[in-house]
């Protein structure tokens, strides 16, 4: 009679973490493949001043502008205000706020989230100045595209639908500092911010580019049919648009001027999920990540934080941090500091790179 071999178990906890590991790699959203980031420098993220927000439960500095006199840095919050950065001694003050905004209803409490209020309070993302005018245009998730003059005070929205479609998640903008043009972004027509996650899991491709022409009042789409369009920024030259692609984890250029004016490419695929696109003043962008393709919770905290793309589409400096810290935008100014904001911490970081 042959021998009964025995079958040793593996430790619970061993089968646990494994299990654990597999469920993540299944539950990862499907679009992004990984690839191997290519040599570059690297600056480290973890090494950062913070900047921050008064208000134990105020968060989320997701955009980073500064005005033509480089006075900022300024922040929409999860409140739904836009705060203004005065120094170490002064802190952050009210800058502006949409209509209808009500500092009671809208301060967050433990029983009611800042997540229950937003699309009454409203959540400003994308901010950008126009130098000249001293306007600064506020992409509001749920209201719309806003404008709020010179000083602050309150916004007056500016667009609301598009070809008769209501903006459902208004995300980045940028503006063209000579013709004072506004291109924004609506990320889906199906879901609202506080579904975001829905447009990555679903792959919804019902994301708009637009134009908003401040001498007419008209918004003109650019192009539809796009897949979770997030923040964009124009070209030193202003012949195109660098839109980033959440979903896909990809950057698109849109042609606005020259022979291919109205036609969109692919310009980079990226090592992660990006969120706002900001020019590096040489040429190419700064590209946050919320997190890299196939990012795991355990094993070492770090992965990459954002990525500065050349304008052929090729990384040529990478930012690595902490795994707490998901970056929404990175904004380089003079002296090489980089300001980084965020949609969960409450802070803006200011690295020196």
Known sequence: ?????????????????????????????P????????????????????????????RGPESVAFDGAGAGPYSGVSDGRVLKWNGQRLG?????????????????????????????????????????SGDLYIADAYK???????????????ATEADGVPLRFTNGVDVDQVTGDVFFTDSSMNYRRSQHERVTATGDSTGRLMKYDPRTNQVTVLQSGITYPNGLAISADRTHLVVALTG???????????????????????????????PDGRGGFWVALHREKNELPFGPDRH??????????????????????????VVERKGGKL????????YVAVVTA
Request: a positive charge; hydrophobic letters at 35%; proline letters at 10%.
């Open 1 to 29: 009679m042959a021998p009964i071999r025995t079958v040793k178990k593996l430790p619970l906890k061993l089968m646990t973490i494994s299990c654990l590991a597999v469920l993540l790699l299944l539950l990862l959203p």
């Open 248 to 278: 896909p984890c990809k950057l698109l250029r849109h042609w606005i001027k020259g022979p291919k004016a109205g036609t969109s490419e692919l310009l980079a695929d990226l090592p992660g999920y990006p969120d706002n696109v900001r």
């Open 144 to 158: 719309g595209l806003m404008r709020v003059g010179p000083g602050g005070g309150e916004a007056t929205v500016l």
């Open 92 to 132: 952050w003050s009210t800058y502006a706020y949409n209509p209808g905004y009500n500092t009671k209803a809208c301060t967050a409490s433990k029983l009611r989230p800042a997540e229950l209020t937003e699309s009454s309070c409203g959540r400003p993302l994308g901010l950008r100045f126009h130098y000249a």
């Open 339 to 346: 300001y980084m904001g965020s949609v969960e911490l409450p």
């Open 304 to 329: 990459l934080l954002a990525v500065r793309i050349g304008a052929d589409g090729k990384i040529l400096q990478v930012m690595k941090g902490p795994k707490s810290v998901r970056p929404t935008e």
């Open 31 to 58: 679009p992004c493949t990984a690839r191997p980031v290519p040599e570059t420098s690297t600056i480290d993220g973890s090494r950062s001043q913070h900047l921050n927000l008064r208000g134990s439960l105020l």
